[in-house]
Nanobody, 115 residues
Framework: QVQLVESGGGLVQPGGSLRLSCAASGSIFSISAMGWYRQTPGKERDLVADISRYGSTYYVDSVKGRFTISRDNAQNTVYLQMNNLKPEDTAVYYC?????????WGQGTLVTVSS
């Protein structure tokens, strides 16, 4: 059974940077699409960025030029480098693994951007 464990969240000042990591167990990581989502209280969980098994990436407009998603198939890990963070980036960030017939979420990691 695949499990995802996120790490790297925390408190950062506006303009600062954080790198989130999501480590996957199991053997299907390399053939899976991976995504980062975020959620604030009372709102839906929204896609932030995703990366295909082939390395193609997508970003929502609000993070383009500031966030970078990448993956290391040898380490079964996907990353989200977040630069120039803004207070509106404050949320719980979740990673998701998707492959035919399988969808797995991590437990989430809190990112707080505040002075």
């Amino acid at each position: 059974q695949v499990q995802l464990v996120e790490s790297g969240g925390g408190l950062v000042q506006p303009g600062g940077s954080l790198r989130l990591s999501c480590a996957a167990s199991g053997s299907i990581f390399s053939i899976s699409a991976m995504g980062w989502y975020r959620q604030t209280p009372g709102k839906e969980r929204d896609l932030v960025a995703d990366i295909s098994r082939y390395g193609s990436t997508y970003y929502v407009d609000s993070v383009k030029g500031r966030f970078t998603i990448s993956r290391d198939n040898a380490q079964n890990t996907v990353y989200l480098q977040m630069n120039n963070l803004k207070p509106e980036d404050t949320a719980v960030y979740y990673c998701k693994l998707s492959v035919t017939g399988v969808e797995v979420w991590g437990q989430g990691t809190l990112v707080t951007v505040s002075s």
